[in-house]
């Protein structure tokens, strides 16, 4: 196994120090008019370009390079170059400015709520003497550490503070008081010589709180700046440490001692709008249209021989032509002959590789699957969804210690240092993964130590082929409330930064037992800055983590902009699709 991990671990750092330059094209838009004189430039390296009259751009880039555009009057966006990365039609938004002297009043209690009922779920949300707090809302710098992201060797707070915050020093000795003798206490400093105040579950403490047990704590955000710390007055002039214990931060649950859902908090009805499979396939391609009116198979060959004259060098048009004969005719041997023949078209190319596997996934085709998720799993070695899709391939083929094999070497990478330390909900997911593997299947491993219940319901697990993918998805609940995950660099530029950081494109969502009956999943997708589609894979987990544990895989393809679409139903029993 040895040779395995040194093994992986040249192939990342062959590939982290192979770069291949190219020119990157593309439009800029406020999302209506082009925009001209956008300024554009490949961070660090001194590249720049600029959009002209017809919001058109060109700037020479390599793999990993940031891209960073900028424009008067509005929000600059930055954007990771992949290994596919061709085409970048942008789309930039005026920039909010924050008035001085005016204070908006009409939502803070709705907003304080809504942060409350958001908090079990959300990281980036911290409880202070002064309210719930997000980071991503405020204009100074919040940094926060979950307490999943502890290490072995950090047994009590001054050990987590140290070293994992930039800028912060831990001084030696035992508690800290303000009459205390200078040097003879322990301390915490962001800035200049004063020490930090803690502010733990709501009380302000000017003494190191020894006393706190790491293992009950749940989060720790770190509020350096002055205009952060304004509201504490002159005694946190040396910065704040803020701590949420398990035991002291309560968030309102409901009669069954669950989270309180916020879609049953919001005046949120679901209006039945979402367009049906049959409408959003008017939409569809031409060719596509016409070989699903086929009445016979002979009839759609003719149809498909004419069209891919015109579509030769269209992987999209091999998947959807693949897909329609496999599932329309059952002709397996005509449809793996289109993928044959075009195979060129796909095999280097990760992206697509993806779409292929989700689609015989879907099939059940775990095999065809396998193989196209290992040519993927080559050309991304340092993408930590190429582990995920990798793993759970070899699971699906029964292979549950090779499995566990490729989860350990993704471990064995983070603890190396060889991947960076993911803090996003990505570890959640694939620790979820593995210890479930782990629970279920003969591998020989332990499961990962974890805080918490274990998991066993529903599970919606989400996966999309295409990073640049921007899309909102509806969930509907049997009362017929929903809630929207905006996944858009509008609404959450910060979450898709660290997707294409880590290398990962999927997300989770946990139904537990508070409804029953149907839920609705839609989307509405908003592009992928290509004029491509995107895949985007849902597999539904019914009795997650039991031994009656079973899935389903639907894929679907995404390709009609800014309207709301169905996707598939869910119920305690079975998903229903809706294609």
């Known amino acids: 196994m040895k040779k395995n991990f040194t093994f992986i671990a040249s192939i990342l750092m062959i590939f982290s120090g192979f770069a291949k330059e190219r020119m990157i094209k593309g439009k800029v838009t406020n999302g209506e008019t082009p925009m001209a004189n956008v300024r554009i430039q490949v961070v660090n390296q001194g590249i ?31 954007i990771r170059v992949e290994d596919v990365t061709k085409t970048l039609n942008v789309v930039m938004f005026p920039r909010v400015e924050k008035l001085e002297n005016v204070t908006v009043t009409r939502n803070k209690r709705n907003g304080q709520k809504e942060l409350e009922m958001d908090y079990p779920y959300n990281p980036n949300i911290i409880k202070t003497a002064f309210g719930f707090l997000d980071k991503t809302r405020t204009s100074y710098s919040v940094r926060m550490l979950m307490a999943e992201e502890f290490l072995p060797g950090e047994y009590n707070l001054a050990n987590v503070l140290r070293g994992r915050f930039a800028g ?16 003879s206490a322990r301390a915490v400093f962001f800035r200049s010589n004063w020490p930090a105040v803690f502010d733990i579950d ?14 009950n704590i749940d989060r720790i955000a770190v509020i350096p700046s002055a205009i952060g710390t304004v509201r504490y007055g002159n005694l946190a002039k040396g910065g704040v440490v803020v701590i949420n214990t398990k035991t002291g931060t309560m968030i309102p ?5 669950l989270y309180l859902d916020r879609m049953r908090l919001r005046n949120n009805k679901y209006d039945g709008t979402a367009l049906t499979p049959e409408k959003v396939m008017k939409n569809a391609p031409t060719y596509l249209q016409e070989l699903k009116d086929s009445n016979s198979f002979e009839n759609a060959k003719e149809s498909f021989e004419t069209h891919s004259k015109k579509y030769t060098s269209s992987p999209y048009f091999l998947l959807d032509s693949y897909q329609y004969f496999y599932e329309k005719w059952n002709q397996e041997k005509y449809a793996d002959d289109i993928i044959e023949k075009g195979y060129g078209l796909i095999k280097n190319n990760a992206v697509l590789l993806k779409a292929l596997a989700y689609i015989y996934e879907s099939q059940g085709r775990y095999d065809m699957a396998h193989g196209a998720f290992r040519e993927a799993f080559i050309l991304r070695p340092q993408y930590r969804q190429s582990y995920l899709d990798l793993a759970n391939s070899n699971r699906n083929l029964s292979n549950a210690k090779r499995a566990a094999v490729l989860y ?8 190396e240092g060889l991947m960076q330390m993911d803090s996003s909900n990505f570890s959640k997911i694939i620790n979820r993964e593995f210890n479930n593997l782990v629970a279920l299947e003969k591998t020989g491993m332990t499961s990962i130590e974890k805080d918490g219940e274990d998991f066993n319901n529903t599970r919606l697990k989400l996966e999309w082929n295409d990073s640049e993918a921007e899309f909102e998805l509806q969930f509907v609940n049997p009362d017929n409330q929903y809630y929207t995950w905006k996944h858009s660099l509008k609404e959450n ?44 894979k849902a597999v539904v987990y019914h009795n997650y983590g039991s031994k009656s544990q079973r899935k389903e895989v639907k894929v679907f393809k995404l390709g009609t902009k800014n309207v709301n679409q169905a996707l598939f139903h869910i119920n305690k029993a079975a998903s229903t699709p809706l294609n």
């Open 48 to 78: 720049t370009s600029s959009s002209n009259t017809d919001g058109n751009y060109n700037i020479v880039a390599s793999t990993g390079d940031m891209l960073f555009y900028n424009a008067d009057g509005m929000e600059p966006l930055q």
């Open 168 to 183: 912060v020093r831990v001084s030696s000795g035992r508690g800290f008081g303000l009459g205390n003798a200078a040097g």
């Open 202 to 215: 709501g009380q302000v403490f000017t003494d190191f709180p020894d006393f706190i047990d790491v293992q």
């Open 253 to 257: 649950k409901d009669k069954n001692g």
């Open 408 to 415: 350990a070497r993704y471990f064995h990478l983070v603890d």
């Open 493 to 536: 530029a910060d979450t898709i930064g660290k997707e294409k950081d880590f290398g990962f494109s999927c997300a989770e969502y946990l139904i537990d037992d508070s409804f029953s009956g149907h839920w609705r999943v839609n989307v509405k997708y908003l592009g992928n800055k290509s004029l491509t589609p995107t895949y985007l």
